[in-house]
């Protein structure tokens, strides 16, 4: 059968010369006689591969000896409660952008352990936009500021972070981490669950200023706290190793490329593509105007609801799949993450014209 153009928003596509390396080393990784996933993590070999891993992490991301990078388990979600258990120690509040469902989680935990400003929102417009922080006065008293870089429920993407002085900026870049050339700089944490745009489902990257880990709240279990995992080099327990091996090979296929600046060139090309034609056309519509629109998840409407599931049965027989839009937006999603093809949004276009002018 042919490999289809997944347009899924998690677990997403990868790109396939990293799944035909895999498949290559699956019996026999380097003369080690076995599989990465049957290997101890405790083994050489493995902790080449966890080594190398972190080292082109920083290279693609340029983070400085500043950061401890952390491989966990646990997805992002779990870092909706681990930041708030470590970063409200002696201040116990902290301030969080509402930029849709994923903030929402991220309020409801750290409610828990502390107390929660929402300091601006976008709820009023369901989430189609990224509020304006410009005139924002952060907390000095807050341990942090919480963000979600890219929304990946509404499609909408800051296009510039807010400057939060000596606050540490707190980042969910989940469904954008390594589609665009960011600093790290700028953050005093990142994570990101892996299945978008970075290897399998199981692994969630964390980037942590050194400064940050320390003494978390006393409730908070030893595997939630970053200390365990800075000084373990993330072998405190078992990581997940085969999905660290995936992301080793991702990092690889991104520096081939010619990393974040020629990944980011060709994530603009293919969001461009696709909203140009959706701006231009009288059955779709994009639910998110610019300078808000997110380069990976890219939600649109038809005219005339009656038709979407016809669009999604031609969609699926045409070879693109999981088109269908998050409940809460309706209509159509498409998520173009890093590992999706130009010829993949190509096709999509083509296939929408085709359906638009049947439709007319
Ligand atoms: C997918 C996603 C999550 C949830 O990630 P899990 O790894 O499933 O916990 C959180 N935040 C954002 C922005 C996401 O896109």
Known sequence: MARVYNFSAGPSMLPEPVLKKAAEEMLDYRGSGQSVMEMSHRSKVFD?????????LRTLLNISGNYHVLFLQGGASSQFAMVPLNLMVTK???????????????????KRYGTVRIVASSEDRNFTYIPD???????????YV?????????????RTFPDTGAIPLVADMSSNILSEVI???????????AQKNIAPAGLTIVIIRKDLVGEPQEITPTMFTYK??????????????????????????LIDLGGLPAMQKINETKAAMLYDYLDGSKLFRPTVAEPHRSLMNVPFVLSNPGIDEEFLKKS?????????????????????????????????????KTFEMEHR
């Open 48 to 56: 080449g591969i966890i080594v190398e891993a972190e080292a082109l």
């Open 92 to 110: 116990r509040k902290c301030d969080i952008v509402n930029t849709g469902q994923w903030s929402k989680k991220a309020i409801s935990e750290a």
């Open 133 to 143: 922080l410009t005139g924002v006065t952060f907390d000095p008293d807050a341990a």
């Open 146 to 158: 919480h963000i979600t870089s890219n929304n990946t429920i509404f499609g909408t993407r800051y």
């Open 183 to 193: 600093d790290v700089n700028q953050f005093g944490l990142i994570y990101a669950g």
């Open 228 to 253: 365990t995992h800075a000084e373990g080099r993330s072998l405190y327990n078992t990581p997940p190793c085969y999905c660290v091996y995936i992301a080793k090979l991702v990092f690889e296929w």
């Open 316 to 352: 699926v027989a045409a070879g693109l799949v999981n088109l269908k839009g998050h409940r809460s937006v309706g209509g159509m999603r498409a998520s173009i993450f890093n590992a999706m093809p130009v010829d993949g949004v190509k096709k999509l276009v083509e296939f929408m």
